[in-house]
């Protein structure tokens, strides 16, 4: 991935940095930071869908905006993937959002999730360690 642009912005009422990737399939990827990156960041990935699909789903919009809500009290990153033509296999790795985090100088993280599966495969194989799951739920 690679960066095309960054920009500071106000996003859910708190200052923050907005940096936008780009892929090898010319998909556009978001990171919301907010505070400096630490070597351990608080950080969420989040599959963008459809506005619709979101607003439908009350749970997974509360989980998004509770996550979002943490991370710019505490610090971190916001991570939305563009999953067009992705398959769950690619997303489960997270590979586009690790290639993010390194370009972003995170090491080790606090992930943020709703999801109760623990295990992240080839998360390692990028230099990024998960130190901690905070269940936001």
């Known amino acids: 991935v690679k960066r095309s642009s960054e920009e500071k912005i106000e996003f859910l009422g708190k200052s923050s940095k907005k940096s936008v990737f780009r892929d090898h399939l010319n998909r556009e990827h978001v990171a919301i930071i907010y505070g400096d990156v630490k070597d351990t960041t608080n950080v969420r990935v989040h599959k963008s869908i459809k506005d619709i699909n979101l607003l439908l789903n009350y749970k997974r ?62 998360i390692g194989g990028f230099g990024l360690e998960i130190v901690d799951v905070i269940n936001i739920d």
Do not use: C, P, W
Not at 63 to 71: M, R, W
């Open 61 to 122: 919009y509360k989980n998004l905006i509770d996550s979002i809500e943490y991370i710019s009290n505490e610090g971190g990153i916001v991570i939305f993937i563009d999953d067009k033509s992705l398959d769950n296999v690619y997303m489960k790795e997270y590979g586009v959002g690790a290639q993010i985090l390194k370009f972003l100088g995170v090491n080790k993280m606090r992930l943020i999730t709703h999801a109760l599966k623990r295990e992240f495969v080839g």
